[in-house]
């Protein structure tokens, strides 16, 4: 199965941890446990957690807790 590719900054790490935010059709984020690989020019391998076609939040993911409402940019 194909790996995913998202920004590096999209990934965050909790602890031992690594997740990242997924955008739902409702703009309500949710924090998803990810296991990360090759990181190439500002892009990580996902290897486990994340489907193809999912939408991830690549910006000011420091910030976010699960269940937020965002506005998701064009």
Excluded: C, F, K
Excluded at 7 to 20: D, H, I, S
Excluded at 22 to 28: L, M, R
């Amino acid at each position: 199965r194909p790996a995913s590719v998202i920004p590096a900054g999209a990934v965050v790490t909790r602890g031992q941890l690594e997740v990242v935010y997924t955008i739902d059709a409702a703009q309500t984020v949710r924090m998803r446990l990810v296991r990360t690989g090759d990181v190439h020019d500002g892009w990580v391998e996902v290897l486990a957690g994340l489907e193809p076609g999912e939408l991830v939040a690549a910006e000011q993911v420091n910030r976010l807790m699960d269940g937020d409402r965002i506005e998701a940019a064009p």
